[in-house]
Each structure stands twice: as structure tokens, then as C-alpha cells.
């Protein structure tokens, strides 16, 4: 493995077709561990369709995905849940778990030990915000309470993760929560990454993306447009033609 690779998410000429739709077209990328990479973009861009390819979840129809320099379909399975962890838009269990239980089930592809792993799904609880949840029923929660449980799920995934170039994967993770949450689910994103761990994440709200992301990447119509820092890529009259909306500099982009 060259250092060029080491720890890199890499797409090459990724595409997604569905039902004769280019859902993703020839998107070439690559990510480092410890910042934030936001993908932006109007409904339909394709960016959650991007970050499932690049989870592993969502099999390119051309192009490939690269992990350490390795292609993602390389990689054993649980090998690679140790590396990355996807936090989805909305996660339905039909299970009767606690908050608490829910969290462990982010350590299973771990060795098992008991007493580690209840120690880092607790740490991982305190650190989401959900500390307060831990015994509730999950299927009782709120859809904000079980975003926040969640966090703590992935969090308790790749836990040891930043010495290692560990990723998260977020799509939307503000989705359901109230102002205040929604900041502290990014500043928890860019904790991790000054932690050292890889974050993407796919955002609507392009003050949270201009605020919080190292980078963003402006995508539209499976096209990626555009990538750099906020003050770059978040370019007002770029955004007013793909929105379709006349957007100023009192949208709170530039002033980020």
C-alpha cells in the first residue's frame, strides 16, 4: 500500500444507472482521514446514491471504489465495517431493543469483549447526546431520538478507529433534529475528524455544509460541479442556477 492510498476513499469514474437513468456519472473523487468532505446539491444530484457506492451498500455499473488503495468489493466484509460506518437517513427495526442494545450492535464486527464493548457503547451514548435514552425502547423513541441513538451506533463502530483512518458515512444526519442538535451532530462530526477519522456527509443545508465541511463538493444532476473549501465551492451563482433560486450573500453562505 503506497502512502498515497493509505487511508483514502478513492471513486474512479464511478457511474449508477437505474431504469436508463445516470443517477451518477462519471464521478472521480478521493478523500483523506481527519477532515470534513460535505456533498451538496439539489434532490435527485445523486448524492446519496454516491455515498452508498461509496459504503459499499450500492455496487457502481462502471468505475470502481478504492479503500487503502484496495477496491471496496475486495474487502472482507468484517474488515470493513471496522473501517467505515454508514449512518442512513431513517433506520426502521422492528425489534423490541433498548437505545443501549441498539448502540452494541455497532460493535459486532469486533472481537467480543464484554466489558470493553459495554464501556465504548456507553462512551459512545455520553458522546451522541443519547445518554438519557439508553434504557428506552427504541421503537418508542422519537425520529430525532433515534438519529441521536444511531450516531451513538456508528460511533461505537469505529470508536478506535482514527488511528487507523477509520470513515463515517453520513446521509443527512441533521434529518429530524431540532437547531440545536443539528449543530452538535457536525460539531460531533468534526470532533472525529480532528480525532483523525474520514467524514462524508451528505447536507440540504448548505449553512451547516459552509460552517462545519472542510471541503464541499457541489454535485447536480450525478454531475460532481464542483469541490474546494466553502468559501470556493458554495459560490452563490453557481447555486442559483442548480436551486433554480436566486440566492445572495444573505443566505449566510459567504459569510461562513
Known amino acids: ?54 459504503s459499499g451498500r450500492i455496487r457502481p455499473d462502471a468505475g470502481r471504489v478504492m479503500l487503502d488503495g484496495t477496491l471496496l468489493d475486495a474487502w472482507e466484509p468484517r474488515a470493513l465495517a471496522r473501517r467505515r460506518a ?42 451522541a447526546h443519547a445518554w438519557d435514552l439508553r434504557d428506552r425502547r427504541y421503537t418508542a423513541l422519537s425520529g430525532g431520538e433515534q ?3 444511531q450516531l451513538a451506533r456508528v460511533l461505537a463502530q469505529v470508536w478506535e478507529g482514527g488511528r487507523d483512518g477509520a470513515w463515517l458515512l453520513l446521509d443527512e444526519p441533521e434529518a429530524g433534529l431540532d437547531i440545536a ?16 477519522l474520514g467524514v462524508i456527509t451528505v447536507l440540504h443545508d448548505l449553512n451547516l455544509a459552509a460552517r462545519y465541511a472542510d471541503e464541499v463538493a457541489v454535485l447536480a444532476a450525478g ?30 453562505i459567504d459569510a461562513a
Open 86 to 127: 454508514m449512518l442512513s437517513q431513517r433506520v426502521d427495526l422492528a425489534f423490541g431493543f433498548s437505545a443501549y442494545e441498539v448502540v452494541l450492535l455497532g460493535r459486532s464486527p469486533h472481537v467480543q469483549n464484554a466489558e470493553r464493548d459495554g464501556a465504548i457503547a456507553s462512551a459512545a451514548l455520553r458522546a
Open 181 to 196: 442538535h443539528q449543530h452538535f451532530i457536525l460539531q460531533r462530526a468534526r470532533a472525529c475528524a480532528a480525532a483523525g
Open 223 to 252: 454531475a460532481m460541479l464542483r469541490r474546494g473549501p466553502p468559501h470556493e465551492a458554495l459560490e452563490t451563482s453557481l447555486l442559483s442556477e442548480i436551486y433554480g433560486i436566486p440566492l445572495g450573500r444573505s443566505f449566510g
Open 1 to 54: 500500500m503506497s502512502r498515497s492510498t493509505e487511508g483514502r476513499f478513492v471513486t474512479e469514474d464511478v457511474c449508477v444507472v437505474r431504469q436508463g437513468r445516470t443517477i451518477v456519472g462519471h464521478v472521480s473523487m478521493s478523500a483523506s482521514p481527519g477532515r470534513v468532505l460535505a456533498l451538496v446539491g439539489p434532490n435527485g444530484a445523486g448524492k446519496s446514491t454516491l455515498l452508498g457506492v461509496l
Open 147 to 149: 438519529q441521536r441513538v
